[in-house]
């Protein structure tokens, strides 16, 4: 196991009293939403069935025996600064219900596993004129324009935020992009989704994620969206999360016209990054994490993530989805994002040309990488059997 921050494991020991044994989750959700009223001046009247979605997830996590002191509070804080966020959403909305007839038109979702050049991939359609991507400040305290003094105070609270998160785990901040000014995963906006479970083993969660209705989530995501547009002039959106490749149906319904861009790696030399990153987060969160169950469980979602997207693209406009071999990409990236840039119905330019190389060069992520897939009990066999005959079949696209 990874060392673990000696700063971490002070911190669990002057929590242990105050926070373990955890009061009753009821009584604790409930501090919880009244904290987000008064600090936004929101209500949650009105949305109890939303939020009640976010007391599902505190009862799960307070059933994982092994959680720690500062897991169980960096769960609280995750929780509460969702919450706030969806009552400062539902208050906007309520002062100003023009916002809800903002257009969200032809956005673009970028999917794909870890290490599979994804997120340079949004970053550099991102940066072209008339894209935007929401960045993980905005995701965190999203709000309609405001003065200068009040943009600067949300993204000290969230630089801050970054700062917590890679002092309790430095891997994982080498490990993932966690910058308050740069694009933010959309699963900062999803209620519900894999992210919980990459913090604690929790079997009875992805139990329950199998039968949840997706639509709330997304129609979320769908009005965070047109907070941020709201006053500022129509762009083209530009999201990026595996979680996507879950939930193509769901998106397909609250975005008519999205389009997927999906980014292909074999799964082999990327299944050791994914397991990597659920260890680095589930380390902060759990004792003495079982390496073994963390490779077991991730390649399980993943694969089932992989086969589930691509029963669903059957049943979508072919146009919908453009594939994008990571192959491709990292042999020829200015002719792949050409293709690309057409395919999305906008043409490349010179200034997209630089911005390529902006994000080519921006800040890596993944340094200190552990690809070694024995290290959670897997083998390329594992893997290969797993995904079936995907590797077969991406070997066989093109971005034309």
Known sequence: MRKIPTRTRVL?????????????????????????????GGSAEGDEDFLDGYRTVLHYYSDVPSMTPVGWQAVLDDLELRIRNRLRVRRLIHDRPAISDEPVGAP???????????????????????????????????????????????IKAATQHCKSVGRLSPHYRDLHRFEAESPGDSSHLLRHGVHHLARAHMPGYLDRLAGHDWHGDYEHLKLVLQVLQHGRGDRRWILHSAAHLDHLPTIRD???????????????????????????????????????????????L?????????????????????????????????????????????????????????????????????FDLARYGLTTDDVEGAFGDYTRTIDRLRLR
Request: charged share 25%.
């Open 254 to 300: 609250v975005f008519p016209d999205a389009t997927v861009v999906w980014v292909h790696r074999d799964p082999v030399t990327v299944m050791g990054s994914v397991c990597s990153l659920a260890e680095a987060a589930t380390a902060v969160h759990v004792k003495d994490p079982d390496l073994h169950r963390i490779g077991a469980t991730w390649l399980e």
């Open 302 to 370: 993943t694969a089932a993530s992989i086969e589930r997207a691509r029963a669903a693209r059957l049943e979508l406009p072919r146009e919908a989805i453009v594939d994008v071999p990571y192959t491709q990409l990292q042999a020829d990236p200015h002719g792949a994002m050409t293709a690309l840039y057409e395919r999305l119905g906008t043409r490349s330019t010179g200034a997209d040309r630089a911005n390529l190389e902006a994000a080519l060069s921006g800040p890596a992520t993944g340094r200190s990488h552990e």
């Open 12 to 40: 669990n020991a002057l929590l242990e009293p105050n926070v373990f044994p955890p009061r009753p989750v009821d009584e604790v959700f409930g501090a919880l939403v009244a904290r987000a009223e008064t600090a936004d």
């Open 108 to 154: 673009v979702l970028v999917v794909g596993l870890a290490r599979t050049a994804a997120p340079i991939t949004r970053e550099a359609i991102a940066r072209s004129v008339g894209h935007r991507a929401p960045l993980l400040w905005e995701m965190l305290y999203t709000d309609l324009e405001a003065p200068e003094k009040e943009r600067r105070r949300y």
